[in-house]
C-alpha cells in the first residue's frame, strides 16, 4: 500500500512539473506570436532601432489589478544577441516579469503587450541583475514610431531602454518609468531544468535555446540579423 502511495505521489508531483513547464512554453509562444505580429506592422517598431538593440523584452497579456490601489503585473522574456559585446545572433531567451504601480492607467481594463528595446551594453547590464527600476536604474523613454525615429532626437539615442506598448489593436511609444522588471528564477528554472541566472543564460553560454523558446529566437533572428549599431 505504501509504495502505492508512494508511485502515486510521484506521478502526481511529476505532473504538476510537466503542467508548470507547459505554462512556461506556452508563455514564450504568446512572446513570439505577439512579437511576430507588431514587427509585421508598418511604422511600428523602427527597423533601424531594432537592428541597434542588443537585446529585446517582450511582455505579453499585461493585466491591470486593484489591491487598494492601481498597479500592473505581467510576465514575459527577453532574449539577447549572443557574444561579449551583442554582435552575434540571438540567444535563448530569459523569463521576466513586469510590475509597477504606475502604467495601470494606460491599460484601460484591456490586456496590453509591451515590447522593450535594450539599446546599449549598460541597458542591458542594468538588466542582468536581479531586478531594475525602469528610469532610475536603466534610463527608459518612450519609443519613437516609424518615421518618426529618422529624425530621433539624442534622447532617443542616450536611451538605455525604448518601450512601447499595444492595446485594443493601437500601437504606441509608452513609458513604463517607475515600473519594475525582475527576473523570473522559478520559471527560467522550469524552462532549462535547474536554477540559472539571467546573467548565466544571456552571458555566459551555459545554455542552448531550448525547444520551446525557438521561434522567439526566430523571430529575432528574422527580423534583425545583424547588430548595427555604431
Given amino acids: 500500500m505504501r509504495l502505492v502511495l508512494t508511485s502515486m505521489l510521484i506521478t502526481l508531483l511529476a505532473g504538476q512539473e510537466g503542467l508548470a513547464a507547459s505554462k512556461e512554453a506556452e508563455r514564450l509562444a504568446s512572446c513570439a506570436a505577439v512579437l511576430e505580429e507588431i514587427l509585421d506592422v508598418p511604422d511600428a517598431v523602427p527597423q533601424e532601432l531594432l537592428d541597434r538593440a542588443e537585446c529585446v523584452a517582450v511582455i505579453p497579456s499585461v493585466k491591470k489589478f486593484a489591491l487598494g490601489f492601481g498597479g500592473s ?4 522574456a527577453m532574449a539577447c544577441r549572443t557574444g ?8 535563448p531567451p530569459t523569463m521576466y516579469r513586469l510590475e509597477g504601480g504606475n502604467i495601470g492607467f494606460q491599460l484601460g481594463g484591456q490586456a496590453t503587450d509591451f515590447v522593450l528595446l535594450v539599446m546599449n551594453p549598460k541597458g542591458a547590464e542594468s538588466l542582468l541583475r536581479s531586478k531594475v527600476k525602469l528610469g532610475a536604474d536603466a534610463a527608459a523613454v ?6 518618426a525615429a529618422v529624425a530621433a532626437t539624442d534622447a532617443y539615442m542616450r536611451a538605455e531602454i525604448l518601450s512601447y506598448s499595444r492595446s485594443r489593436g493601437l500601437f504606441a511609444g509608452v513609458s513604463l518609468e517607475g515600473s519594475t522588471l525582475r527576473q523570473d528564477s522559478g520559471a527560467n528554472e522550469k524552462i532549462y531544468g535547474r536554477k540559472i541566472t539571467a546573467r548565466e543564460i544571456i552571458g555566459g553560454g551555459q545554455v542552448s535555446v531550448p525547444a520551446a523558446g525557438r ?5 529575432l533572428q528574422k527580423a534583425s540579423p545583424a547588430n548595427k549599431s555604431e
Wanted: no cysteine.
Fill in 73 to 76: 503585473y505581467g510576465r514575459g
Fill in 84 to 91: 561579449s559585446k551583442f554582435t552575434g545572433a540571438w540567444g
Fill in 142 to 147: 518612450a519609443g519613437p514610431k516609424g518615421r
Fill in 215 to 219: 521561434d522567439l529566437v526566430r523571430v
